[in-house]
């Protein structure tokens, strides 16, 4: 069995009131996904492609977040679409930069509530020792210091360690991570994902990472799904997938320039590209 599965999927999000073009009609949003088909199987997977071109819907249409107009999706052979919310969450887990948080309780008591009340029943060993994950969780991810602050009085690098944290305290069945490194210092980003890459074959849970640092990708990804403008797909070994051809074909710029964009911001990328159109 796969563990993902589109089957004649098409979506497209809702117009906005008011979003209006220069000649004062309704912005119609063109279709994300139509009539898409594909199978995913389970691995420690980085989701990667220019911005638009579809990551964090394939990420939502997949976790159940967000419903197809026409299609299905199932994970692990459920739709997960259907599900009521504490089953969904149970077999698929979703972060991503800036969620944002009510509560006022501190960072240890949330953590525990997670860990107590998801799959895991604050019983599991941890995958480097046979110490309790909990502890294990913490450290990895470098929340010690933090733990007597409220969600609200942390920094963003902060606030997205915790929330990889979670992911794994939680023990879905999978998991699915739009942009989760964003704002973390670069030696946490690498720590947090060779830790996320064991803990995935050890535990064998299917992780679904959308992150830009292609080089990140290069250095953990088990498989790389690699969606291109048109949403055609790319699926292998990043040794297989991030070729230099195929980059450039998906990203419109030259593979010496992508292997830099860690140092670039999508800003910065986005002038490139329409200098570039413009030559």
Known sequence: MNCLDFTNVSFTYPAVEGDLDAQGKQIVPSPVFESFTGSIPAAFTSVIGPNGCGKSTLLMLAAGRLVPQTGKVTLFGQDVAALDEEKKNLLASVIYQNMEFESEDETQKLLEFVYKNGALKANAKGIKSSGDLFSEATDVFELDGIMGRKLTELSKGETQRVLLAFSILYGSAAVFMDEPMFAMEDRQK???????????????????????????????????????????????????????????????????????????????????SEAIKSL
Do not use: W
């Open 190 to 272: 690498n720590a947090a994902l060779e830790y996320l890459r064991q803990y995935s074959d050890q535990t064998k849970t299917a992780m679904f990472i959308s992150m830009h640092e292609l080089d990140l990708s290069r250095r953990y990804a088990e498989k790389v799904l690699l969606i291109h403008p048109n949403k055609n797909m790319d699926y292998g070994t990043p040794e297989e997938v991030m070729t230099d051809a195929d980059l450039e074909k998906a990203y419109g710029f030259p593979a010496s320039m992508l292997k830099h964009n860690e140092d670039m911001t999508r800003e910065q990328l986005k002038q490139v």
